[in-house]
């Protein structure tokens, strides 16, 4: 599985990237406004920093407007990936890009059905929303196990984004469930290189190779 950052923070995504660990980048316009810049500046910004996909959602309703924005869009750099919301006049909008060549995620997938259409319209990525699934008391990951399944079961190479991600547990789980890939915030992808045994290990070796030194 691999790694995307959930952002429009351009120092959380350097962070990330320095690892060596990140594939891509998705946005939504809730985590662009949290930034207060301009929207091009920022995407393009976001594009010369990371070389993989980087989702940017339209925000227009209508298919025509859609796929205006969504070129727009598109043209600001080659790894752009529109995102598109999963709904009628989006998935016409999915047709129409995926016949002009430009890459799309569908976003706002909470059922199998609407994963299946997203793929067939010729989306790129889906992207099923594991933790707001959860907060309704429904199986976010048990969603996406299920896509994984049917799209093997089809021979379907749209790739599933596991999105909505809270917690270090939903990435794991992500993975086990065949999720091509997660996009995780910058806490989670912090929470998920710590472990208490790793920390009191190097203050042993550390304090243990104190000790040699002192005595050599
Ligand atoms: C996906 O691409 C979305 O940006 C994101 O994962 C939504 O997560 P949230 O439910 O924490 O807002």
């Not at 959860?134 to 984004?161: H, K, N, P």
Request: hydrophobic content about 45%; proline content about 3%.
């Amino acid at each position: 599985m691999k790694f995307f950052i959930d952002t429009a923070n351009v120092n959380e995504i350097k962070e990330i990237n320095e690892l060596g660990v990140l594939a891509g980048v998705t946005t939504n316009p809730t985590l662009v406004a949290k930034e207060n810049v301009d929207f091009h500046d920022r995407l393009k910004e976001i594009t010369s920093i990371v070389s993989g996909p980087v989702s940017a959602e339209v925000v227009s309703t209508k298919a025509e407007e859609m796929i205006e924005e969504g070129k727009q869009l598109a043209a600001l750099a080659p790894n752009i990936t529109v995102k598109v919301p999963m709904t009628e006049e989006g998935l016409k909008a999915v047709h129409a890009f995926s016949n002009q060549g430009i890459k799309t995620n569908v976003t706002l997938i909470f059922s199998a059905n609407q994963a299946l259409l997203a793929a067939r319209a010729g989306a790129t990525f889906v992207s099923p929303f594991v933790g707001r699934l959860d907060d309704i008391g429904q199986d976010g990951l048990q969603l996406v196990a299920q896509i994984s399944a049917l799209f093997d079961m089809y021979g379907i190479d749209t790739e599933i984004i596991a999105a909505s991600i809270r917690h270090t547990l939903h990435v794991t789980q992500a993975a086990e469930s065949g999720s091509d890939i997660a996009t995780i915030p910058f806490k989670v992808f912090k929470q998920m290189m710590q472990h208490p045994l790793t920390d009191k290990g190097l203050d042993a070796f550390l304090s243990d190779w104190e000790k040699y030194k002192n005595n050599h």
